[in-house]
């Protein structure tokens, strides 16, 4: 059985952000947030080189949400429409129960709460109107802001549980609350 999840991609919004869909004019500031050293630093990806290679990475996003595959929000201010982060849920598993949140910022908007911010929103969204029963997070395990981020969030530390991909990745998991 193929259920939809939405009909319209779901823009998100809380008291300072729009999370909306990303859209091949985002170009030219994910290509800054996939090329830059500081943000890219404990994300385990090539950094791109060439502004082609985000516009066809934008395609695929595009063409996977349709698929259902994935959810990736364009994180942007209310007043100001370009991208200033990403936050995605995927990698669902076959029953789609657990996915993956995924998520990056700028460098001059950190330091003020936007992402925990979108972070909210988007927990709410996956346990809310996805039904989803645990969300998983995987980051690096000298990226200490990000690991301050999901425990801020309830996310607990799985000690016992490694990262097949990335031996350097801790991996954080949130259950739904009965």
């Not at 698929?67 to 849920?89: F, H, M, Q, S």
């Not at 910022?105 to 709460?113: K, T, V």
Request: hydrophobic residues 35%.
């Amino acid at each position: 059985m193929n259920i939809t999840w939405f009909s319209d991609f779901p823009e998100l919004t809380t008291e300072r952000l729009v999370l909306r869909q990303l859209k091949i004019s985002d170009d030219v500031t994910l290509f800054y947030l996939r090329s830059d050293d500081g943000v890219n630093r404990y994300i385990d990806r090539r950094k791109q080189s060439d502004i082609n290679e985000t516009r066809k990475f934008i395609k695929k996003i595009i063409d996977g949400i349709k698929k259902e595959n994935w959810v990736y929000w364009a994180i942007c201010l209310k007043d100001r429409p370009e991208l200033i982060g990403t936050i995605c849920l995927w990698n669902f598993s076959e029953v789609r129960a657990t996915a993956e949140i995924g998520y990056e910022l700028s460098p001059s908007f950190q330091g003020f709460g936007y992402m925990n911010e979108a972070l909210q929103c988007v927990l709410g969204y996956g346990f809310d109107t996805l039904g989803l029963n645990k969300l998983e997070a995987f980051t690096h395990m000298d990226n200490f802001r990000s690991a301050k981020l999901l425990e801020k969030n309830l996310f607990k530390h799985e000690a016992d549980r490694r990262d097949a991909e990335n031996a350097n990745n801790r991996v954080y998991s949130l259950s739904r609350k009965a």
